[in-house]
């Protein structure tokens, strides 16, 4: 295999998460400064909705919209703790006192 990704790949759910990743990555800082850090998470779902659409067959019934809006949402959440767990694996959350 010559390819580092090939469309065969991106239909595979490795594939959406790593592109995800590295999207998301790559163009995160741009959306920091603009818009708050919550809407990172909801760039990455968006992303992931736009890459599972083109690269899954879609089905546009209502259970076809629905598989794939619910895809997107695991695909990005995996995508977001896969970072974390590369980026700082031993982080711990810092919550305020009384949570």
Not at 14 to 33: D, E, N, P, R, W
Request: proline share 2%; hydrophobic share 50%; net charge negative.
């Amino acid at each position: 295999m010559n390819d580092f990704m090939s469309v065969d790949m991106l239909a595979t759910f490795t594939g959406l998460v790593t592109a995800v990743s590295i999207i998301v990555q790559f163009t995160k800082s741009a959306v920091k400064k603009k818009f708050s850090d919550y809407s990172v998470r909801i760039y990455t779902w968006i992303v992931s909705l736009i890459l599972v659409s083109v690269f899954n067959e879609v089905d546009f019934t209502a259970k076809g919209i629905l598989l794939t809006i619910i895809n997107s949402v695991i695909i990005a959440l995996t995508s977001m703790g896969t970072y974390e767990v590369i980026a700082d694996p031993k982080a711990e959350k810092q919550f305020p006192e009384g949570q």
